[in-house]
């Protein structure tokens, strides 16, 4: 590893540590990796070797335009750790009106673990991802993917955006991953809640009914589709907190939302060991 890869390294963990956010009980090793088109992944492996295997990608929100590395990456390491999960955070590039470029960094991302999963001692099928608003949306296309090498092997959302239909979609996101001039067909071609199957992995969706950004109706489209093809799904609606609470203390739910998130994941790894939160 380079010098400057340490140094962020260093940089994540100390402000981890000032923000009163405990990290280092059940970190084993960290790693910064490049992916072949230029997106960031950092990895933290936990210590547990009995429970290893499990991995978590996650993918911050910005509305394609910036990434709440931290509120919405960073700060939720710790959660997983906790549970003996490994955590990866992917910083993707900015799509600038072309689609392909997070879509190609998923895809990396994604490649990258399934096929270090041996040598890491992964789950090459125990690989899920968490996203945020845009990074839901970027999710939410990883898991309606016909490619079973990206699509995750569980799936979670925090407020996404998952349609680009002019009616539904958030204007912003959909502007900078489409254009302002898209087409029709290609709004549907990058709205999720179209191209659902019974492929689709296990989803967790949880949204803020007063959240003006993004419209909660994409989130409760999205499940109503996932329940028609009879795959496991649970949506949960907190009454309030608006848009992009990530991992903000100040939201009224926080701690709700970790044990909803952590009961969930139980019941998709019954007979895995969880350590309290």
């Known amino acids: ?155 979670i959302l925090l407020y996404p955006v998952i349609s680009m239909r002019e009616e539904l979609t958030h204007k912003w996101s959909h502007d900078r991953l489409l254009g302002e001039r898209s087409s029709r067909a290609t709004d549907e071609q990058f709205s999720s809640e179209l191209h659902v199957s019974t492929t689709i992995p296990p989803t967790f969706i949880a949204v803020s009914k007063n959240d003006s950004t993004v419209n909660p109706n994409n989130s409760i489209l999205y499940s109503e589709e996932i329940r028609k093809h009879r795959r496991p799904v649970k949506l949960v609606v907190y009454p309030s907190g608006g848009h992009g609470w990530g991992y903000r203390k100040s939201f009224k739910w926080h701690d709700e939302l970790k044990n909803d998130i952590k009961s969930w994941l139980q019941e998709r790894f019954t007979n895995d060991c969880y350590n309290d939160v």
């Open 1 to 155: 590893m380079n010098r400057r890869k340490k140094i962020f390294i260093v940089i994540i963990l100390v402000i981890l540590t000032l923000t009163g956010i405990a990290l280092f009980e059940g970190l084993r090793h960290v790693e910064r990796i490049t992916l072949p088109h230029g997106a960031k992944l950092t990895v933290f492996y936990c210590c547990n070797k009995e429970n290893k295997q499990r991995m978590i990608l996650l993918c911050p929100g910005g509305g394609y335009a910036s990434l709440g590395r931290w509120t919405e990456g960073y700060f939720w390491v710790p959660f997983f750790i906790k549970q003996n999960f490994n955590v990866a955070v992917l910083e993707y590039r900015m799509p600038q009106k072309n689609p392909k470029k997070p879509m190609t960094d998923i895809k990396d991302a994604m490649y990258f673990l399934r096929h270090h999963s041996a040598i890491n001692a992964l789950r090459k099928d125990y690989i899920g991802m968490m996203g945020f608003s845009a990074g839901g949306h970027l999710v939410s296309l990883a898991s309606v993917s016909e490619n079973s090498l990206i699509r995750p092997d569980f799936a």
